[in-house]
T-cell receptor, first 113, second 113 residues
Framework: GENVEQHPSTLSVQEGDSAVIKCTYS??????FPWYKQELGKRPQLIID?????GEKKDQRIAVTLNKTAKHFSLHITETQPEDSAVYFC????????????FGTGTRLQVTL | GAVVSQHPSWVICKSGTSVKIECRSL??????MFWYRQFPKQSLMLMAT?????????EQGVEKDKFLINHASLTLSTLTVTSAHPEDSSFYIC?????????FGPGTRLTVL
C-alpha cells in the first residue's frame, strides 16, 4: 500500500517568516494530495490540495508543489502568523481505493512572535 | 458545503461497557465514510472504511468484532466500541467522502476507566 513520510516533525518559525513542510509518497499511481491543518483537540481541516496533473497550486499565503518524478510534494506558508500554529498533515490517495487516504506523521508548526 | 457532525463529542465509560459513536454528513450524501483513531501527538490511523449498504472494510490489525461499524444510510455511519478497555481510550474521528476529498467530523474523545 501507499506509504507517506513527512518532515520535519516540528518546525518553529518567527512571525512573518515562511514555513515549508515536505512529504514523500511511495506509489507513483497516487493522484490526489491534500493537506490538513489540525488545531489541538479539533478536527483536521482541509487547507489546500493538489492533483497529479498540476505542478503547483496557490491560495493566498498557502501553496503546494508536486514533483511526480521524485514523488514528493510540499506545503509552503508565507508571512506566517501566530494563528498558523497547529499540526499539519499531508496525505496521498490510495491508488487502489480512490477515496482512501494515507496520512503523513504530521508536523507541529509553532509561529513565535 | 460539506459539514460532518459527530456525536457524542466526548464520553467516559467503565471498562467492559460498549460505546456507540455517530457520524453524520449534514448537507451531502456520503456513500463512503471512514473511521480513524488518533492517539495524543500522533497521526490519524485509519481503522476502517464504511460503505453504505455493505460490510465495512477493516485495516490490518483492527478487530472487526470489537469495533462494529454500521453504515445504514447515506448520511449516517456508527462505530460501536464493544467491551471497551482503558487501552481503547483515544480520539475517534470520522470522515465522509465527497468529490475526491474527505471531510472530517469534530471527533469523539473516549475515556475508558
Amino acid at each position: 500500500g501507499e506509504n507517506v513520510e513527512q518532515h520535519p516533525s516540528t518546525l518553529s518559525v518567527q512571525e512573518g517568516d515562511s514555513a515549508v513542510i515536505k512529504c514523500t509518497y511511495s506509489d507513483s499511481a497516487s493522484n490526489y494530495f491534500p493537506w490538513y491543518k489540525q488545531e489541538l483537540g479539533k478536527r483536521p481541516q482541509l487547507i489546500i490540495d493538489i492533483r497529479s496533473n498540476v505542478g503547483e497550486k496557490k491560495d493566498q499565503r498557502i501553496a503546494v508543489t508536486l514533483n511526480k518524478t521524485a514523488k514528493h510534494f510540499s506545503l509552503h506558508i508565507t508571512e506566517t502568523q501566530p494563528e498558523d500554529s497547529a499540526v499539519y498533515f499531508c496525505a496521498a490517495s490510495d491508488p487502489g481505493t480512490a477515496s482512501k487516504l494515507t496520512f503523513g506523521t504530521g508536523t507541529r508548526l509553532q509561529v513565535t512572535l | 458545503g460539506a459539514v460532518v457532525s459527530q456525536h457524542p463529542s466526548w464520553v467516559i465509560c467503565k471498562s467492559g461497557t460498549s460505546v456507540k459513536i455517530e457520524c453524520r454528513s449534514l448537507d451531502f450524501q456520503a456513500t463512503t465514510m471512514f473511521w480513524y483513531r488518533q492517539f495524543p501527538k500522533q497521526s490519524l490511523m485509519l481503522m476502517a472504511t464504511s460503505n453504505e449498504g455493505s460490510k465495512a472494510t477493516y485495516e490490518q490489525g483492527v478487530e472487526k468484532d470489537k469495533f462494529l461499524i454500521n453504515h445504514a444510510s447515506l448520511t449516517l455511519s456508527t462505530l460501536t466500541v464493544t467491551s471497551a478497555h482503558p487501552e481503547d481510550s483515544s480520539f475517534y474521528i470520522c470522515s465522509a467522502y465527497k468529490t475526491d476529498t474527505q471531510y472530517f467530523g469534530p471527533g469523539t474523545r473516549l475515556t475508558v476507566l
